[in-house]
């Protein structure tokens, strides 16, 4: 079977911990979408380490971690990943394996995203700039180059193919971006990945599951970014719901088990678009502060907000979420009164459904108020420690979202993770 793990917000829920945690149970970790984008935080021996596309079992050594199809690779980001690894991990590479049907990001893919963003001004996304949307767009269009590609004797050829066609795209934004001298660099990081071991990720997968190895796909960003159910057009160019697992490994969905669904206690968003709990006050700005909201790629801050559990509920839904994880809870320590958001009021009527659009609908969140607790959750090392008001509160998620927890997360540490059972 294979188990997944992936944000039901706006992403940056806490993933990469997690699955460093969960990997211990694991054989191997899948990446099944999203790319550099992702920024995965991880504490290893008191050091802050941020993963970008490969999978965050990579800090076990009983770990094989597979970068699958429906993953979109940039070489060099990938290259200095690596690099930035094997001093802590000489054995990277031995157990790291990349599908040769993953994307490749080219130079000029990062030009197009960074040209389309500044010409949309005001309405534009906030994108990483990674070159994400522009290459999911070739690969949906039939153009892109897949991983496979590097190890094909015309690859210089296809580059050039795709990089004019690129060319010609850019000449119609006023904005103009050097990408020129990212061609070298990107030839020399695919040289380097060649010697890599790619495997054709469907069968190689097959084998490691009828053996049985127990498998967990990692998921980035968040359900709200989803290319169909999320945000749009504030969304990422990917399906980041567990039905991408499926086309990004190449799994049967008969072949699921566990979906581990993470959310933080209380909500995030980074860059553009619709979010009905954002807090424009000194309370976000506190949440902001005590959770260190800044983004992990991109140094962004991150808005902040209550709880939304119309969203979350939506997301449960979209995935399947056996289990749910929260994190963060120990930021909400000193806040006097903590609110969820329960239903919307949707232009006039009250609903708890996500409406279709909420971008061009006003949506006024109905809030449930909790008292604050007076223990701080952070040095709690059991559920059963925990002030009952927390419990109040965690019980109340559950059943509204009908859908249990498994896991509290009450810090950064390793060891700052309270199971339930
Ligand atoms: P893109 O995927 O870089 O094109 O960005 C599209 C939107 O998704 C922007 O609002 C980004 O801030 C957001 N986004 C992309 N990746 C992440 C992530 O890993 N965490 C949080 N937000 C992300
Ligand atoms: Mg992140």
């Not at 550099?36 to 079992?57: D, E, F, Q």
């Not at 999911?136 to 496979?148: A, E, V």
């Not at 800044?294 to 801050?301: D, E, L, Q």
Request: with cysteine; proline share 4%; glycine share 10%.
């Amino acid at each position: 079977m294979i188990d997944v793990l992936l944000g039901l917000q706006w992403g940056d829920e806490g993933k990469g911990k997690i699955v460093d945690f969960l990997a211990e149970g694991y054989d191997i970790i899948a990446r099944f979408q999203g790319g550099p984008n992702a920024g995965h935080t991880l504490y290893v021996n008191g050091k802050k380490v941020v993963l970008r596309t490969i999978p965050s079992g990579v800090f076990h050594k009983h770990c094989l971690n597979l970068i699958g199809n429906g993953v979109v690779i940039d070489p060099v980001s990938l290259m200095q990943e690596i690099e930035q690894l094997i001093p802590m991990q000489p054995d990277v590479l031995s157990r790291l394996f990349i599908a040769h049907r993953a994307h490749l990001i080219l130079p000029t893919h990062r030009a197009l995203d960074a040209a389309s963003e500044a010409a949309k001004g005001e309405e534009k996304i906030g994108s990483t700039l990674k070159g994400i949307g522009p290459a999911y767009m070739d690969k949906t269009g039939r153009n892109g180059l897949r991983f496979g590609d590097i190890l094909s004797k015309d690859f210089r050829k296809k580059y050039d193919k795709l990089a004019q066609k690129h060319i010609q795209m850019l000449r119609q934004y006023d904005h103009k971006i050097e990408w020129e001298q990212w061609e070298e660099p990107f030839f020399e990081a695919c040289e380097y990945l060649s010697k890599l071991q790619t495997v054709n990720s469907e069968y190689w997968l097959d084998k490691q599951l009828k053996q049985g190895k127990r498998v967990l796909a990692e998921g980035a960003q968040g359900s709200m970014l989803d290319i169909d159910y999320g945000t749009y057009p504030f969304v990422t160019s990917s399906n980041t719901i567990a039905a991408g697992v499926c086309n990004g490994l190449g799994v049967a969905p008969s072949r699921i088990g566990e979906v581990y669904g993470i959310t933080k206690a209380y909500c995030t968003r980074v860059g553009g678009g619709p979010f009905p709990t954002e807090l424009d006050d000194e309370t976000g700005e506190e949440l902001r502060r005590v959770g260190n909201e800044f983004g992990a790629v991109t140094g962004r801050s991150r808005r902040c907000g209550w709880l939304d559990l119309v969203a979350l509920k939506y997301t449960v839904m979209l995935s399947g979420v056996t289990k749910l994880i929260i994190t963060k809870a120990d930021v909400l320590d000193n806040f006097k009164e903590i609110k969820v958001a329960v239903a919307y009021n949707a232009d006039g009527i009250e609903t708890n459904e996500l409406p279709y659009d909420i971008c061009d609908v006003s949506i006024e969140p109905v809030y449930k108020k909790f008292d604050g607790w007076d223990k701080p959750i952070s040095s709690c090392s059991s559920f059963n420690d925990t002030p009952e008001v927390f419990r109040n509160y965690c019980d109340y998620i559950e059943k509204y979202l009908e859908t249990k927890i498994g896991y509290i997360s009450n810090g950064t540490g390793r060891d700052q993770l309270m199971a339930i059972f």
